[in-house]
């Protein structure tokens, strides 16, 4: 499974040669700078970019594009070389002028057999024309990869200063000039996912002017410059080229002279990586010359294409005229588990459009009668005798024949939902099944974090049957607020203020044992703060299992403890990451994922306490600290307005069914339901006590 990194986390490289996949929603230049031990870049030879897009063990892209593939093969990188940043900019000839109005692009570190290592979403950009995004570092023999992050206003020539490149300014204007006349050839973005993520398609080349393209070729009859390899070979049509003594090209390119003497290093056997590569319905096409003012052919004649990911199961046989039968996994994605998170929050969109269809129907239908009635009832003669009764009996008739054919389309695609439920819901992996499902049976605590998790269940009164998991995706963006004031459930019942605080705390503790069974030892570190106790009998299975870093703290010292040691851990993360000194951190710190219960919130909270929760909420998420709080929301209101700015920022569950969650699309009320473990059932006990028995032999 693919390590979803965070700002400023670190994960290990099995691999030497990789590919890093860029995805992004515009255009966008990449490229790569080279550091020494403490990564500054010593001139504009350690830069790699479209007008110099080959150093040994490294290659880049010519083009500014919405996808790109980088080649990286770290054993042919110099030993001089100990930091890789790899870097992404806007292009200064039109297009957007800062991240903040684009999507958000999506980094993933690959194999060569398409296989996701690391993948980092960048968030968080505003004003930033350039960011670095990924750091590759060597550490102790060994090389990692760190999600960076880091946005720069000022642009390339702000991000090169910063690596201590004195003619940075130069360089900027070099690679955006080399961008501008066609060194660089703009490609479509590509198409996005049904859920709005990354998209993880190939990026098809540009077409040539014979295509109709509109992009800028370069100068007219030249032939285009084609890339140099660093793995020693040439691209195929290409004629020998001259070089100099340095190992540049002799003429007719920018390339600049490298540190480390002739440009690429010794071909090796078995598959390259390519970072511009056909799509995979193409690869079987044999590479030919370019033609003039043609695209450029990027193929290689010894380096094999990334596998694409195994294609989704096939749906079974049908009678003719039946209905396909649905398969679990059959959405887009690179995995299973992304296909199934495709698919579930395909099947929530679809029943959200179904049902406002259906709506719409209804309410057609009687605005249609009332009209009707009112044409009858306008003449006087209609209001009394037979003649109006029978305007009435046939405008009721047309709106319960309209209701009842849009009732049987609805009922036909809740058909098909519900059969497709039926399959998914088996399939699912332990982050996004119920604690009901058998596949907890089977559960071993996991190498890699999942893409998302289970939060409970959505559903429309129109078909309270038909639940469709809520997933999100992680690491969390937002806290969880778990609302233990007084409510009425949805059947007209009420619960007194114990029961439905104890429900609360249940529903926090079925959460937090989801997340510390999802991800894996040692890599998820889990706080309580429970300042009067009262969450004591809830909390026994995480206290009995040993999964927390330590007792619950109780009383107004521990809450000081607790928050203070949080607080500092988010300050020094936060100033290691920007400060580009992540390995600076102390020895003793923990780098995993952070979670904080903190029950009866704001019992037990001074000013001074609330403060550094509300930093918390607001700064965490970014630095791997989350919050999970239980609170009545009307109990905290008597303390002012001093806490609404914490509130609005988390996401509000309940632990009993309430429909206060609406869709983005349509804005229906979809009731929610927590994730409880079923009545009697021991499973979130076994599950902990792996996961505890995990982290003794991980430490």
Known sequence: MTAELVRGQNHPLSQARLEIRIAAGTPIVAGATLGDEHGTVHGVEWVLHPGAPALPGLEVSRQAAADHRLAVDLGAVPEAVHRVHVLLALPSAGGPVRFGAVAAPFVAVTGLDGTELASYTITGLDAESAVVALELYRRQGAWKVRAVGQGYAGGLTELLTDQGLPQAHQLANTIHEAVAQGLARAVTP????????????????????????????????????QPLSPYGTQPPGTPPQPTSPNGGSAAGTSQPASPYGAQGAPATGGPQPGPTQMPADASSAQPSAPTVGGPIDYSHPRRQNAAPPPPPPAAPPVQPGQPARPVAGDATG???????????????????????????????????????????????????????????????????????????VYDRDLGQLTAESEVVEPALPPAFARWDNPVWHGYRVPFEAPMAVRLGDLHLPECPELRIPMLIRLPLERGLWIDSGAAGSLDGSFLDSHELHRLAMDTAVALAARLLAVHPAGDYTLHVIDPAGAGAQALAPLVWTGVLAAPPAVGAAGVADVLARLTERVDLVQMAVRGGAADSLPPGLDTSEQLLIVNDFPHGFDDRAVTQLRYLADEGPSVGVHLMMVADREEAAAYGPLLDPLWRSLMRLTPVPDDHLADPWVGHAWTYEPALVPPGSQVVQQVLNQVAEARTKYT
């Open 190 to 225: 590509p198409a996005r996912t049904a859920d709005g993520d990354h998209a993880r398609q190939t990026a098809t080349p540009a077409p040539g002017p014979e295509q109709g393209s509109s992009v800028a070729q370069g100068a007219s009859g030249a032939v285009p410059p």
């Open 334 to 408: 690179w995995s299973m588990d992304e296909r199934l998170y495709n698919q579930v929050w395909g099947m929530f969109e679809d029943l959200a459009r179904s049902t406002a269809a259906y709506r719409s129907a209804v309410d057609f239908a009687d605005s249609r009668m009332e009209k009707e009635l009112d044409a009858a009832l306008a003449d006087p003669r209609n209001r009394i005798g037979g003649q109006g009764d029978a305007a009435r009996e046939a405008a009721r008739a047309r709106y319960a024949q309209l209701v009842e054919q849009a009732r049987a």
